[in-house]
Nanobody, 122 residues
Framework: QVQLVESGGGLVQAGGSLRLSCAASGSIFSINAMGWYRQAPGKERELVATITSDGNTNYADSVKGRFTISRDNAKNTVYLQMNSLKAEDTAVYYC????????????????WGQGTQVTVSS
């Protein structure tokens, strides 16, 4: 019931910047948190950053000080500002929405976008 569409990926030189966007639609009222994950070739998907509905943020150690997650509630959109990009940031970035729904009890469900490729050249 939640659809996520990412945009903003591309090719950038090391030290450059990109801003990823994730627009949510559907049962957006039930979204508890949104975030960004990434998966590099041969590696497991990892958390990059999350932001809860009340504004609390969490970042992977590898991106602290370089990436900033933010939201625009009016547009139902979450952004990931990526500065000082490094080659090791190269990955497919996926938008995530965590939905909190009452079904006999409060439960969480995760929805994922299609992914957007970020390639950083050194």
């Amino acid at each position: 019931q939640v659809q996520l569409v990412e945009s903003g990926g591309g090719l950038v030189q090391a030290g450059g910047s990109l801003r990823l966007s994730c627009a949510a639609s559907g049962s957006i009222f039930s979204i508890n948190a949104m975030g960004w994950y990434r998966q590099a070739p041969g590696k497991e998907r990892e958390l990059v950053a999350t932001i809860t509905s009340d504004g609390n943020t969490n970042y992977a150690d590898s991106v602290k000080g370089r990436f900033t997650i933010s939201r625009d509630n009016a547009k139902n959109t979450v952004y990931l500002q990526m500065n000082s990009l490094k080659a090791e940031d190269t990955a497919v970035y996926y938008c995530n929405a965590r939905v909190k729904i009452y079904t006999n009890r409060w439960q969480y469900f995760n929805y994922w976008g299609q992914g957007t490729q970020v390639t950083v050249s050194s």
